[in-house]
C-alpha cells in the first residue's frame, strides 16, 4: 500500500508515526516494496523527523539489504551518522544499520566495532527486533574466524528473544 505524499502533507501530528508503522510492518512481513512505497514520503523529510528519523531510515536500509541494493542502502547511512554516538535505542539503532552496511559491503571486520557499539549505546536494554546486535556481531564475528566467540553471542542473542516472546527477534538470531 502506497501512501501518496498528499497523505503525509499538512495532517495532523501522528501521520508519520502511522506511516512508520505501516511500513515496518510491511517489512516484517517481507513486503519489502510496499515498505519502501510507504516509507518514501517519509524518506524525502528525514529532518523534520527528529528521534524518528533513525528507525525510518534503518528500516529503509533493511529494505534496500534484502533486495540486495547495497549502494542504495550504503547511500542512506550518511542521515544516520549523528545518531552514532547517542545513547539507547536510536545510537543502538545507527551503529546496528552502519554494521549492518558495512558488513553487506564484505567489511565484516569494519562493522564488528559498529556492532559493539550498538550494545554499548543499548546498555542493559534489549531489543532483539531492531537492535539484534548480538547475532549479527556474531555472523561478522565467524566471517573473521572467530567461531567460539559468535556461538556464545548467537546463544545469549536467541535467549534474549525467546525472553522477549519475539518471534521475529528469535527469527534474526536464529539466521
Given at each position: 500500500?502506497?501512501?501518496?505524499?498528499?497523505l503525509v502533507a499538512g495532517?495532523?501530528?501522528?501521520?508519520?508515526?502511522?506511516?512508520?508503522?505501516?511500513?515496518?510492518?510491511?517489512?516484517?512481513?517481507?513486503?519489502?516494496?510496499?515498505?519502501?512505497?510507504?516509507?518514501?514520503?517519509?524518506?524525502?523529510?528525514?529532518?523534520?523527523?527528529?528521534?524518528?528519523?533513525?528507525?525510518?531510515?534503518?528500516?529503509?536500509?533493511?529494505?534496500?539489504?534484502?533486495?540486495g541494493e547495497v549502494a542504495?542502502?550504503?547511500?542512506?547511512?550518511?542521515?544516520i551518522v549523528p545518531w552514532?554516538?547517542?545513547?539507547?535505542?536510536?545510537?543502538?539503532?545507527?551503529?546496528?544499520?552502519?554494521?549492518?552496511?558495512?558488513?553487506?559491503?564484505?567489511?565484516?571486520?569494519?562493522?564488528?566495532?559498529?556492532?559493539?557499539?550498538?550494545?554499548?549505546?543499548?546498555?542493559?536494554?534489549?531489543?532483539?527486533?531492531?537492535?539484534?546486535?548480538?547475532?549479527?556481531?556474531?555472523?561478522?564475528?565467524?566471517?573473521?574466524?572467530?567461531?567460539?566467540?559468535?556461538?556464545?553471542?548467537?546463544?545469549?542473542?536467541?535467549?534474549?528473544?525467546?525472553?522477549?516472546?519475539?518471534?521475529?527477534?528469535?527469527?534474526?538470531?536464529?539466521?
Open positions: 500500500m502506497h501512501a501518496p505524499d498528499f495532517l495532523p501530528g501522528g501521520t508519520e508515526f502511522h506511516l512508520l508503522s505501516l511500513g515496518r510492518t510491511h517489512a516484517r512481513a517481507g513486503q519489502v516494496t510496499s515498505a519502501l512505497d510507504t516509507l518514501s514520503p517519509l524518506a524525502r523529510s528525514l529532518a523534520d523527523l527528529g528521534d524518528t528519523a533513525p528507525l525510518v531510515i534503518a528500516t529503509l536500509v533493511e529494505c534496500r539489504l534484502a533486495r542504495q542502502a550504503r547511500a542512506l547511512t550518511d542521515d552514532q554516538h547517542r545513547a539507547g535505542r536510536l545510537g543502538g539503532l545507527a551503529n546496528q544499520t552502519l554494521g549492518d552496511v558495512l558488513a553487506a559491503l564484505g567489511d565484516a571486520d569494519i562493522a564488528i566495532p559498529r556492532y559493539e557499539a550498538a550494545g554499548e549505546a543499548m546498555g542493559d536494554k534489549d531489543d532483539p527486533e531492531d537492535v539484534p546486535w548480538r547475532g549479527s556481531l556474531a555472523l561478522a564475528l565467524v566471517r573473521t574466524g572467530e567461531i567460539a566467540k559468535a556461538r556464545t553471542l548467537a546463544v545469549h542473542q536467541v535467549a534474549v528473544a525467546r525472553a522477549a516472546g519475539s518471534p521475529y527477534g528469535e527469527a534474526l538470531a536464529l539466521r
